[in-house]
């Protein structure tokens, strides 16, 4: 079956560092877009960075554009998200997403906290 499975999250001080991975299982990974949303305490789920298959072309949500960097290794069916100059209201649970054979598919997210 589908499977995404987050992991590189953590507490991290304002202006620092983290990334994330998200392994893909279960579908053909390189022919497939992913994403990756954030959730914080208390907000709807929201879009981060999309990126598409073996092109590479990406996007990024205007709030961490120039600051986060969304990548994928397709022989490793691994999905990244580089997070640099971190900020307190980048504090949320990171989501890796795709919709798969028409079924939007989500990882269990993994913590992010940014915080001195």
């Known amino acids: 079956q589908v499977q995404l499975v987050e992991s590189g999250g953590g507490l991290v001080q304002p202006g620092g560092s983290l990334r994330l991975s998200c392994v893909a299982s279960?579908?053909?990974?390189?022919?497939?877009?992913m994403k990756w949303y954030r959730q914080a305490p208390g907000k709807e789920r929201e879009w981060v960075a999309g990126i598409y298959t073996a092109g590479g072309s990406t996007n990024y949500a205007n709030s961490v554009k120039g600051r986060f960097i969304i990548s994928r290794d397709n022989a490793k069916k691994t999905l990244y998200l580089q997070m640099n100059s971190l900020k307190p209201e980048d504090t949320a649970v990171y989501y890796c997403?795709?919709?798969?054979?028409?079924?939007?598919?989500w990882g269990q997210g993994t913590q992010v906290t940014v915080s001195s």
């Open positions: 279960g579908f053909t990974f390189s022919n497939y877009a």
């Open positions: 997403n795709a919709v798969i054979f028409g079924v939007i598919q």
